[in-house]
Nanobody
Framework: QLQLVESGGGLVQPGGSLRLSCAAS????????IGWFRQAPGKEREGISC????????YYVDSVKGRFTISRDNAENTVNLQMNSLKPEDTAVYYC?????????????????????WGQGTQVTASS
C-alpha cells in the first residue's frame, strides 16, 4: 500500500522555524515529483513548493520564497520542508503529495490535480 505521512507540525511563535517531513511507505520518493501544499481555514488548498524527480529543481510560490526550503533525503526516503521566519499567515494544514516520474523532461508543478498520492496533513500554527 502506497502511503505518505507528514510530521513536524506544531505551534510556533511568529519568526520561529519548523521542519516538516514527508515520509513514504511502499514506494521510493526519489522517483516521484513531490509537492507541498497548504490549506488555511476558509481558503482553497494552495501549492507552495515542489521538487522534481528528473533534475531536483525546486520551485516556490512567492509568499514563501526565501523563507522555506524543500529538500530530499534519499537515505531516509523523505522530503523535507524547512520553514523559517514563520508568519501568522502561514498557519494552515500542510500536505505533501507525490506523482510518479514518467519522462526525463517532467517538471514538478504546484497544481494539486497533478498529484496522485497525498498525505493526511499536519497542522502548522504561527501565533503568539
Amino acid at each position: 500500500q502506497l502511503q505518505l505521512v507528514e510530521s513536524g507540525g506544531g505551534l510556533v511563535q511568529p519568526g520561529g522555524s519548523l521542519r516538516l517531513s514527508c515520509a513514504a511507505s511502499g514506494f521510493t520518493l526519489r522517483y516521484y515529483d513531490i509537492g507541498w501544499f497548504r490549506q488555511a481555514p476558509g481558503k482553497e488548498r494552495e501549492g507552495i513548493s515542489c521538487i522534481s524527480s528528473s533534475d531536483s529543481n525546486t520551485y516556490y510560490v512567492d509568499s514563501v520564497k526565501g523563507r522555506f526550503t524543500i529538500s530530499r533525503d534519499n537515505a531516509e526516503n523523505t522530503v523535507n520542508l524547512q520553514m523559517n521566519s514563520l508568519k501568522p499567515e502561514d498557519t494552515a494544514v500542510y500536505y505533501c503529495a507525490a506523482r510518479r516520474l514518467t519522462s526525463s523532461w517532467q517538471k514538478c508543478g504546484l497544481g494539486s490535480s497533478e498529484y496522485t498520492y497525498w498525505g493526511q496533513g499536519t497542522q502548522v500554527t504561527a501565533s503568539s
